[in-house]
């Protein structure tokens, strides 16, 4: 897979943008945290990550919505890369009216749960713990994300 900036020019490989950018992340966390504070993540799971890849090339029009405050049309394609296990989507919003082109690109690297304790406990975590939920217990609204909980030792 080429890897794109939201313009469509080359840009660097995802996952040593997005990897290096989670571990800047999750170590600030740790520092910004006060002894015995916790952390709380709710990425969604490596399957829902992965399983964006097999829907298929889908449009929709819109009067108004999240890409243009007009009425629009919008392209999404998605990618799947195996060698970074991230998943990008592009977004191609045509204007109505003008006919005018914006591209837009969302990157979701995906985590297995071993891949996650090992970020956080070498960021310096201590007792992470992954959930099901917010609630702690398996919700079906919910089952897209996972509930990832750490502190940082008093």
């Known amino acids: 897979m080429k ?3 939201a313009d469509g020019t080359p840009g660097r490989k995802i996952s040593q943008l997005w ?6 992340l999750i170590e600030g966390a740790f520092r910004a945290l006060e002894a015995g504070g916790q952390l709380l993540l709710e990425p969604q799971t490596f399957a829902v990550v992965r399983g964006e ?3 298929e090339t889908s449009w929709y029009s819109a009067s108004a919505g999240l890409f243009s405050s007009e009425p ?13 296990t991230s998943s990008t989507q592009r977004f191609l919003v045509i204007d109505a009216a003008t006919g005018n082109i ?3 690109a969302l990157t979701s690297e995906a985590y297995t749960d071993d891949q996650l304790l090992e970020l956080l406990a070498a ?17 079906a609204n919910q089952a897209a994300f996972q509930v990832v909980v750490a502190r940082k030792p008093a």
């Open 3 to 5: 890897s794109l900036n």
């Open 19 to 24: 990897s290096t950018e989670a571990i800047r």
């Open 53 to 55: 890849q097999d829907a």
């Open 72 to 84: 629009h049309f919008v392209l999404t394609e998605r990618f799947w890369d195996e060698a970074t």
């Open 102 to 104: 914006a591209q837009h």
């Open 123 to 139: 960021a310096g975590f201590e007792d992470v713990r992954l959930l099901p939920s917010l609630t702690g217990v398996e919700d």
